[in-house]
C-alpha cells in the first residue's frame, strides 16, 4: 500500500467549477507538499504545508494533521488548470508522492 | 534563468549502450535529488546528495546505475548498458533544506527512450 493516495485518479470539470483533489497519508510524514504537472513537462511546486491553510491565487490548500488528509481546491477553474496535481508526503530528505490525479477543464 | 536546468531535455539510445545525464541545481541549494517517473505514475526516489556527498540511494538503484555530485553543484546520472525498462523520465529537484521545511525545485526532466 502506497504511503500517499490521491483521489480521483481522473476529474473533468467545467470551466468556472469548484474543484476538490484529496491526499491521505501514513504516519511519517512531516510536511504535505502539493505539486503540479503539464503534459510533458516539468514539476512545479504549488504548496508546502504542514498545518492550517494556504492560499494563492485560485489555490487553496488544506491539511487536517490529526486524520492525516489534505486537500486541494481550485476555486473558478479554467482551462489552463489542466494539468497532473500530485500529493507528496515530505520527510527529511525524502518525498514520497501519491500517483497523480489528471484534472482536465473544459471551456 | 536560475531554475533547475536538465540537459538533454530528450535522449534515444539503443539497449546496451551507456547514457549520461546532467542536472546543475539551483545554486543556493546544498541538496540535490534524483526521481524517475514512468507514465501514469508519480516519481519515484533514486538517489540524494547533500553538498557533494550520496547519503542515500534507492534499492532501485541498480548496480547499473551511478550518480556523482563532485564538487557539490552540478550532479550527473550514468545508465551503463541500458535496457527498456530503462526508459522513463529522469527528474533531478534541489532545495535548501529538508522537505519538512522547504519547497521541491524540479527541472524539466529527462526524457529517456531505450529502443
Known amino acids: 500500500k502506497n504511503e500517499v493516495e490521491q483521489s480521483p485518479q481522473n476529474l473533468t470539470a467545467q470551466e468556472g467549477e469548484f474543484i476538490t483533489i484529496n491526499c491521505s497519508y501514513s504516519v511519517g510524514i512531516s510536511a504535505l507538499h502539493w505539486l503540479q504537472q503539464h503534459p510533458g513537462g516539468g514539476i512545479v511546486s504549488l504548496f508546502m504545508?504542514?498545518?492550517g491553510k494556504k492560499k494563492h491565487g485560485r489555490l487553496i490548500a488544506t491539511i487536517n494533521i490529526q486524520e492525516k488528509h489534505s486537500s486541494l481546491h481550485i476555486t473558478a477553474s479554467h482551462p489552463r488548470d489542466s494539468a497532473v496535481y500530485i500529493c507528496a508526503g515530505g520527510s527529511n530528505y525524502k518525498l514520497t508522492f501519491g500517483k497523480g490525479t489528471l484534472l482536465t477543464v473544459n471551456p | 534563468d536560475t531554475g533547475v536546468s536538465q540537459d538533454p531535455r530528450h535522449k534515444i539510445t539503443k539497449r546496451g549502450q551507456n547514457v549520461t545525464f546532467r542536472c546543475d541545481p539551483i545554486?543556493?541549494?546544498?541538496?540535490l535529488y534524483w526521481y524517475r517517473q514512468t507514465l501514469g505514475q508519480g516519481p519515484e526516489f533514486l538517489t540524494y546528495f547533500q553538498n557533494e556527498a550520496q547519503l542515500e540511494k534507492s534499492r532501485l538503484l541498480s548496480d547499473r546505475f551511478s550518480a556523482e555530485r563532485p564538487k557539490g553543484s552540478f550532479s550527473t546520472l550514468e545508465i551503463q548498458r541500458t535496457e527498456q525498462g530503462d526508459s522513463a523520465m529522469y527528474l533531478c529537484?534541489?532545495?535548501?533544506?529538508?522537505?519538512?521545511?522547504?519547497?521541491?525545485?524540479f527541472g524539466q526532466g529527462t526524457r529517456l527512450t531505450v529502443v
Open positions: 545554486s543556493e541549494h546544498n541538496r
Open positions: 529537484a534541489s532545495s535548501p533544506f529538508s522537505f519538512e521545511n522547504t519547497e521541491a525545485f
Open positions: 504545508l504542514s498545518s
